[in-house]
């Protein structure tokens, strides 16, 4: 999809108050396209878009001049959806389902019957990366999948992690605008990169990167679906997660204006796990932002992983929330791998959550009469640091004096001020990542410009004695 077109479909959303976005746009242009004889209810039974906001979103779209009719889209409809969201099949291109078997492929799709001689020369699982190869047809169907709910044509894939080489597959449907790869074994990248340029693929890149780093800007806020294959662990996920996020297209400026934009995709493959542990995951998701909008047992099948039990499921989500998100966060001391995780010292009682108690001193004590300007930075330290706040309770002190406490999704945050003594102090308890402690911290700690200052830490909640340990700022690397 075109700049212009990203543009024009963002307003219709707007115009037409569609909670799916511009995503939901497009999918009733694309159920138009592939179906033109359908009625209302069954392009809302195809799009999931009720069929009040469908016939609002319809109204608009007439009024753009983009289709001729609510239910019709003309010659110069069909022809805009050509040109600017670069659909290609006016049919269902796969009437059947996705499940088929590589004799069973159509023969506008049989390029990617090179695929299995391709996954044939791939590099060796790194097991403590919790990687394992999945098998050709899987891989197949994952592409397949993706053609099947129009997520390949004219849209930029992300594909964060792909020892399996799935990118590839999709590369040889020749559909996309852009495949991008990331992925932290240099192996893999190799294998990517020549068999990419062996098959002449277009737009295809390959980037080194440990998504436990900051993330690379040039791929920030850029794609329309990202593709990924975690390590199995609930940590690993939520990392992938977070990623997912930053990478994903989530605004767009229109004229000096930053718009939203929803409904961006993920292809989620996550093992089998117990129930506690399945709801957690699943939690996670929700966590993020993301809904289930599908999810089919036991998709992914690979070779000799009997820690997964040989299969995984395969999640279809979508990006329904957006909240701040720090693409400067590193994680780089985060264990995700599995190896990793059972290698560690086990604790009596793992951490509910994370104390955090500073101290900062001034000389200017007028500076902190501006009681306005304090609590602006308390709350864009908490925004900063991506907790969300419920409520907020403040409270102006006579002759001078402030404090204010944010009721956080994970616990609180205060602030209490003594002009009279130049003296701040913050509490802050998060049943959260370490990390996000540390940047609200750094973050006051920016703004404010103490002359002398103090922070300490402690895991609540452990079986061990009550004991807080100093944080430096400066130099201490980020759980």
Not at 150 to 155: A, H, Q, T, V
């Amino acid at each position: 999809m075109n700049t212009k077109a990203e543009e024009i479909l963002t307003i219709i959303a707007e115009k037409a108050r569609l909670a799916e976005g511009i995503e939901g746009v497009r999918s009733i242009l694309l159920t138009m396209f592939r179906f033109p004889s359908l009625k209302n209810k069954k392009v809302s039974q195809k799009t999931g878009v009720a069929i009040p906001a469908l016939a609002a979103v319809r109204g608009e779209l007439v009024k753009a001049g983009i289709i001729e009719k609510k239910n019709f889209l003309g010659e110069n409809g069909r022809a805009w959806i050509r040109e600017n969201l670069k659909l290609k099949f006016e049919y269902e291109p796969l009437p059947n389902n996705f499940n088929s078997s590589l004799t069973q492929i159509p023969d506008e799709f049989a390029s990617i019957n090179k695929i299995e001689e391709i996954l044939s020369t791939r590099p060796e699982p790194d097991f403590a990366l919790d990687q394992s190869h999945a098998i050709s047809s899987t891989v197949v169907k994952r592409a397949l999948y993706l053609l099947k709910k129009g997520d390949l044509e004219g849209k930029k894939i992300a594909f964060l992690g792909d020892d399996d080489a799935t990118s590839l597959a999709v590369g040889l449907l020749n559909l996309t605008e852009e495949i991008t790869v990331i992925d932290i074994d240099p192996n893999v990248i190799k294998f990517l990169s020549e068999s990419a340029n062996n098959l002449s693929l277009k737009n295809f890149k390959v980037i080194e990167h440990d998504l436990r780093e900051i993330c690379p800007t040039n791929i920030l806020n850029n794609y329309d679906i990202v593709v990924m294959d975690p390590p199995y662990t609930n940590e690993g996920l939520r990392l992938f997660l977070k990623r997912a996020k930053q990478v994903l297209k989530t605004s767009i400026k229109i004229e000096g204006n930053v718009h939203k934009v929803l409904g961006k995709k993920c292809l989620l493959c996550f093992g089998n796990k117990p129930p506690k542990t399945s709801q957690k995951i699943q939690l996670s998701i929700l966590d993020h932002g993301f809904i289930i909008k599908e999810m089919i047992p036991y998709f992914n099948l690979y070779k000799g992983a009997s820690i997964l039990g040989q299969f995984s499921h395969l999640f279809y989500l979508e990006l329904a929330e957006i909240q701040n998100v720090e693409d400067k966060l590193s994680l780089n001391m985060l264990p995700i791998y599995t190896a990793e995780l059972k290698g560690r010292k086990a604790n009596p009682y793992r951490p509910i959550g994370y104390h955090f108690v500073g101290e900062m001193r001034f000389s200017d004590q007028n500076f902190l009469l501006e009681n306005e300007k304090i609590q602006k930075f308390f709350l864009d330290s908490l925004t900063f640091a991506d907790l969300i706040t419920y409520d907020i309770f403040h409270h102006n002190y006579q002759p001078y004096g402030y404090s204010a406490v944010a009721i956080l999704k994970t616990s609180h945050a205060a602030i209490h001020t003594w002009p009279e003594h130049g003296y701040i102090s913050v509490d802050i308890f998060i049943c959260d990542e370490f990390s996000k402690g540390l940047e609200v911290l750094k973050f006051l700690k920016n703004h404010f410009k103490p002359e002398k200052y103090e922070f300490l830490y402690m895991e609540r909640g452990k079986g061990s004695m009550i004991k807080y340990e100093p944080l430096d700022l400066e130099n201490k690397k980020e759980n």
